[in-house]
């Protein structure tokens, strides 16, 4: 009787979910970086106070900018779920930080903000990347 092999190859999905994971995870040390260079720019005075909410947003959209090109790079098809989920990967590690540093999250402190802007910056991508319809010959 034989005995039925398994497959050592790894699903296609699993690959594809790595890639998101490593491209979110570029995304929150661009969005770290970022963020660190913005607080030295406060702290010298070039960037006032009022305006440190639009460069949280800002970041954030730069952050999974590059996290989405990254990964789209590496996964070839569904590029807006791609980026999308680069996006959902760099949210969730930052609402993962606001919840160890602060032990509380809520949305009224511009969690929905910083959620439209994670998925706002890994859609641009997906969607400058998708590859154009094929026309069909009449």
């Given at each position: 009787?034989?005995?039925?092999?398994?497959?050592?190859?790894?699903?296609?999905?699993?690959n594809a979910m790595c890639d998101v994971l490593i491209g979110g995870a570029l995304a929150g040390l661009v969005a770290i970086l970022a963020l660190l260079l913005c607080a030295v720019l406060l702290s010298i005075g070039i960037v006032p106070?009022?305006?440190?909410?639009?460069?949280?947003?800002?970041?954030?959209?730069?952050g999974s900018l590059v996290g989405g090109i990254y990964a789209i790079h590496k996964v070839s098809g569904r590029s807006l779920l791609v980026g999308l989920g680069v996006g959902a990967v760099l949210f969730?590690?930052?609402?993962?930080?606001?919840l160890i540093v602060?032990?509380?999250?809520?949305?009224?402190?511009?969690?929905?903000?910083i959620l439209c802007a994670c998925l706002c910056g890994g859609a641009i991508p997906g969607l400058l990347a998708r590859k154009p319809k094929k026309k069909h010959r009449r």
């Open positions: 009787m034989k005995k039925k092999e398994r497959r050592t190859e790894d699903p296609q999905w699993i106070v009022d305006a440190m909410y639009g460069v949280v947003l800002a970041v954030c959209v730069a969730l590690l930052l609402l993962t930080a606001g602060y032990e509380e999250s809520s949305i009224a402190n511009g969690g929905a903000g």
